[in-house]
């Protein structure tokens, strides 16, 4: 079964609008991590939050990580066209830091 | 730098046929790991490995077979083909720090 679980599945939006995108997950992490996968394409990483942080930035993205409910956040600022892609949690755990994806939430940006 | 290098990008086998997905890193990463991803899914692991010669199950492992006699290389092997395992694989690397995965371009498997 997977560990993280996004909501929503499919979010579509105007250009220049946010968008926000939940990730929930079961179990205690090393760290959560966000990727972003365009059509037929490889996963690219985007931002890393460790299990002892709240909030990270990084340019048009922040993340939030509450442990206590299990669950983050990313939020895109002033989405643009370029942004429509699928976007997956990944938690992190074990020595090995071993990856559990979600099914990620399909995000569709209009010009 | 290259990074994660998968070959074939496509490849169609027949039922029962046997193949070996290819995966290539030269980014001196100890962990590497197969996933595949079907259709409005995220990614499930397959297998993974931690160094050289060390391998381990991931969720779903069953039909397929890894091997890890360098640290660049990562091959995986499906025994006799099936039509479940119709998907598009992916391998990553990644630092034993507590850093991202690097994923490669994918293949694309059809099983007929």
């Known amino acids: 079964s997977q560990q993280g679980e996004e909501d929503p599945q499919a979010l579509s939006i105007q250009e220049g609008e946010n968008a926000t995108m939940n990730c929930s997950y079961k179990t205690s992490i090393n760290n959560l991590q966000w990727y972003r996968q365009n059509s037929g394409r490889g996963l690219v990483h985007l931002i890393l939050?460790?299990?002892?942080?709240r909030e990270k930035h990084s340019g048009r993205l922040r993340v939030t990580l509450d442990t206590s409910k299990k669950s983050s956040s990313l939020l895109i600022t002033a989405s643009r066209a370029a942004d429509t892609a699928s976007y997956f949690c990944a938690t992190g755990s074990g020595g090995y830091n071993k990856l559990i994806f979600g099914a990620g939430t399909r995000l569709a940006v209009h010009p | 730098n290259a990074g994660v290098t998968q070959t074939p990008k496509f490849q169609v086998l027949k039922t029962g046929q046997s193949m070996t997905l290819q995966c290539a890193q030269d980014?001196?990463?100890?962990?590497m790991s197969w996933y595949r991803q079907d259709p409005g899914m995220g990614l499930r692991l397959i297998h993974y490995s931690v160094g050289a010669g060390i391998t381990d199950q991931g969720e779903v492992p069953n039909g397929y077979n890894v091997s890890r006699s360098t640290t660049e290389d990562f091959p995986l092997r499906l025994l006799s083909a099936a039509p479940s395992q119709t998907s598009v694989y992916f391998c990553?690397?990644?630092?034993?720090?507590?850093?991202?995965?690097?994923f490669g371009q994918g293949t694309r498997l059809t099983v007929v």
């Open positions: 980014m001196n990463h100890e962990y």
């Open positions: 939050i460790r299990s002892n942080e």
């Open positions: 990553a690397s990644s630092s034993p720090r507590n850093t991202e995965a690097f």
